[in-house]
């Protein structure tokens, strides 16, 4: 039996077939990763941040920047200017797509920071200059917090007391004793 040489057609059709199947596993991944970008969008961010400052932080993570889409674990993570990296574990909120995350950088200095995404990978959010420990401010905010309203309400009680004497003399017709006069 003897071999026939394909024709130029059948040539022509091997290639066709070798150039869909070729199209049809290139299309593969492209369908699998289709659509495969997320945002984080913060609710609020600080206009500063300070050292050892706690911030409650929260956040949604959008598929194609409009739908929330839960991601599994989500991380921030925050990078010195020596590289140091600090990562925080962000935690579910129960919404679709919404996590919460203390944030707490530990000193002041230029930091790099970015949230993990999950599969959809890192999201970089750009630097961020920390500026030192305000101590002072706080101290004094917190003490005002319970001094004031104390020292309301007991000249509100000292005023209400005086009422009281005062209704209590008119009813009972008696008046404060004058002082004498003082002879010069």
Known sequence: MLSKEPNKEEHMARYRIAFVAMLALMAIPMVAFGGGWAIASFDEIPGEFSAGTTYDLEYTVLQHGKTPVDVGSSQVRMIDSNGTVTELDAVATGQPGRYAV???????????????LGVFGPQEMGTVEVSTAAIAPVAVGSILRWVLPAALTIVMGLVAVQVAEVAKRRRTGTRRASRPARAD
């Open 102 to 116: 203390a944030v707490t950088f530990p000193e002041s200095g230029t930091w790099q920071w970015e949230v993990d």
